[in-house]
């Protein structure tokens, strides 16, 4: 497991704005991960879950993760980076800009960083723009590069 960044409430979070928070461990992609979140959304492109029409026709050669799939590993390898600590709650407010600049590729290792770009005051607490990366393992792109807005709520 990597280092967290252990951020001590509002003051903590104000002394790592404009910092690169760190990088989530390597994970593995498989297939099954992809049909499984071809399962939850209802998503069954064949680029997705056909293996062998991937071989054929696709020029990736095997399945890819969808878009939104690098997405949604943002939110649950945030903690795995970061601790947040003196907060009431820390709310996932959404997204102000998305690319999915590379393919995420079945078998491949992918890790998010976090970089804490700026705070903004708002009531009861404190809004974050943090830089996501779902960065690809020997690849120069990200699969997924997005804004991502937190909120951190005071007790």
Not at 4 to 29: F, H
Not at 107 to 117: A, D, N, P, V
Request: aromatic fraction near 10%; charged fraction near 25%.
């Amino acid at each position: 497991m990597a280092n967290k960044t252990i951020i001590e409430g509002l003051d903590g979070l104000r002394a790592v704005a404009g910092q690169q928070l760190g990088a989530s461990e390597w994970k593995p992609l498989t297939d099954e991960d992809i049909v499984r979140f071809a399962e939850a959304t209802g998503d069954f492109q064949w680029i997705h879950v056909d293996r062998e029409r991937c071989k054929r026709e696709s020029p990736f050669g095997v399945p890819i993760a969808h878009g939104y799939f690098s997405v949604s590993r943002i939110a649950g390898l945030f903690f795995e980076i970061v601790e947040v600590r003196g907060f009431a709650l820390v709310l996932n407010y959404g997204l102000n800009k998305v690319r999915f600049p590379a393919p995420l590729k079945s078998g491949s290792r992918y890790r998010l960083s976090i970089e804490l770009k700026e705070l903004k005051d708002i009531p009861k607490g404190v809004e974050a723009l943090l830089l996501a990366n779902i960065e690809v393992e020997g690849q120069p792109k990200p699969a997924c590069a997005a804004e991502v807005l937190y909120r951190f709520m005071s007790a």
